[in-house]
């Protein structure tokens, strides 16, 4: 684990601008720039609406530390001040995206969503070719342990996502969804989520807009709801009590003038509640001049995952115990690792010599002019003196230069305690 070294912006250090800053470097990007720092030979790029992670496997910790730390400050120049980004390596890094697959690293614990990112960002890699020995042990082994918490603990059930979020707050802020309006945009995964969770809070109308309009009839049919054409949407968020925007888009979809065009056709005049829960945000955070509009972002929704918070502390230390012993396990398998290497070309060696013995018995028994009993004993007298002709003399050179280290080493590798002496031919 040693060889491992992270950097981390996220909603515990972040607001959503700085996180949004250094998202809007694609994981590709990010991956190319990393695995090209010095000592670098893999790394992986973890990006969501609540965090951006770099992961690397390297031959030199202080020199990738040191280029990892340059890069994310010409990517991002935050004041050194803020404290803004988290850098881990060795085993608290590793711990770190075990916690992170398993939701405990969530703005809402729990949520299911992140499990899928992590598998995600670890698929790119791979088929970007940024992925070693190291990293995928990591990340495989954090793809399972985020199923056993899910699985073995209850710490993903409830609100459980920035969807089921979204719909809280509005539902907190109106009193009730039930005879209100409700505009969503969108039609991707997270407005599928929201639109999950209105379901069955008897809104009167859900409106569902999305440049697609192929996927916004979709997900209204979900919502037995009705889809509009995206150039329309305005004349609907007239008519809304609560807009959930949910886009993928990398630009404003919301601005100031959309929402000043609606509340000018509002009858009756009355607030107008928007939620943005996109990433990065598509909602010009000047549509809050506007009177009577009120805008919550991921950012609004703290106080929804400090709930969430209290709710499942005796859940989290259930998945804390899960993650503490599979990092146990995960440590012994990587020290393994060390000997994999090492081995593989020990049996490649060992292999090819048995090859070409077995060979050779197989065409001294074809032949039919020599006892099978003495074909293999041969078979085994020469394939013993090959296995043991390179240990034979390592062992006499360190007898002649007194190194009993060899000895005590050579003993412990063959298990020679209690073994009766045969002298050597």
């Known amino acids: ?31 190319a720039a990393g695995i090209a720092l010095p000592g670098a030979s893999e790394c992986i790029a973890l990006r969501t609406c609540n965090r951006v992670e770099i992961y690397l496997a390297t031959s030199d910790i202080n020199a990738t530390r040191r280029g990892l730390e340059d890069l994310i400050n ?13 850098y881990l390596t060795g085993r608290d890094s590793v711990r770190h995206i075990l916690r992170v697959a398993s939701g405990l690293e969530s703005m809402i614990i729990g949520e299911d969503q992140i499990q899928f990112q992590v598998k995600e960002a670890f698929e790119r890699a791979e088929r970007e070719g940024m992925v070693g020995p190291m990293l995928s042990i990591v990340f495989r082994k954090a793809i399972s342990v985020g199923k ?11 609100c459980v ?7 809280e707050l509005a539902e907190e802020k109106l009193g009730t969804l039930a005879d209100k309006n409700i505009l969503v945009v969108g039609a991707g995964e997270m407005a599928t989520l929201i639109a999950k969770h209105l379901v069955g809070k008897g809104p009167r109308a859900v409106i569902v807009s999305n440049r697609t309009y192929s996927r916004a009839v979709e997900l209204a049919w979900v919502l037995n709801g009705k889809a509009v054409r995206f150039d329309g949407f305005v004349h609907f968020m007239a008519q809304a009590d609560v807009v959930l925007v949910a886009t993928s888009a990398t630009h404003m979809v919301v601005t100031k003038r959309h929402v000043e065009d609606a509340v000018a056709l509002r009858e009756p ?13 598509n909602v010009e955070s000047e549509v809050t001049e506007v009177p009577g509009v009120e805008l919550y972002d991921i950012d609004g929704l703290r106080g929804k995952a400090e709930e969430n918070l209290l709710k499942r502390r005796a859940e989290i230390r259930n998945a804390e115990k899960i993650i503490a012993m599979e990092l146990e396990s995960l440590g012994a398998r990587i020290k393994e ?7 593989g070309r020990l049996y490649g060696k060992y292999a090819e010599m048995k090859e070409r013995e077995v060979r050779k018995a197989l065409n001294r028994l074809s032949s039919g002019r020599e ?7 041969d078979l085994a007298d020469v394939m013993t003196r090959k296995f043991l002709a390179d240990p034979t003399e390592v062992l006499k050179g360190a007898c002649r230069e007194g190194d009993e280290e060899i000895l005590e080493i ?7 305690d209690g073994v009766v002496h045969v002298p050597s031919k």
């Open 337 to 343: 690792m060390r000997a994999d290497a090492l081995l």
């Open 161 to 167: 996502s920035i969807g089921t979020a979204a719909v």
């Open 269 to 281: 005049k009355g607030g107008l509640i928007i939620i943005d829960v996109s990433f990065p945000r």
């Open 371 to 377: 006892p099978v009993e003495e074909v293999l004993q």
């Open 74 to 86: 010409g990517l991002v120049p935050f004041d050194i001040e803020q404290n803004l980004v988290q």
């Open 148 to 158: 056993k918490v899910r699985s073995e603990t209850r710490v993903n059930k409830g």
């Open 410 to 416: 050579v003993q412990d590798i063959f298990r020679l």
């Open 1 to 31: 684990m040693d060889s491992i070294i992270s950097a981390h912006i996220t909603h515990k250090q972040a607001l959503m601008a700085d996180i949004e800053r250094l998202g809007e470097l694609e994981p590709s990007k990010l991956m």
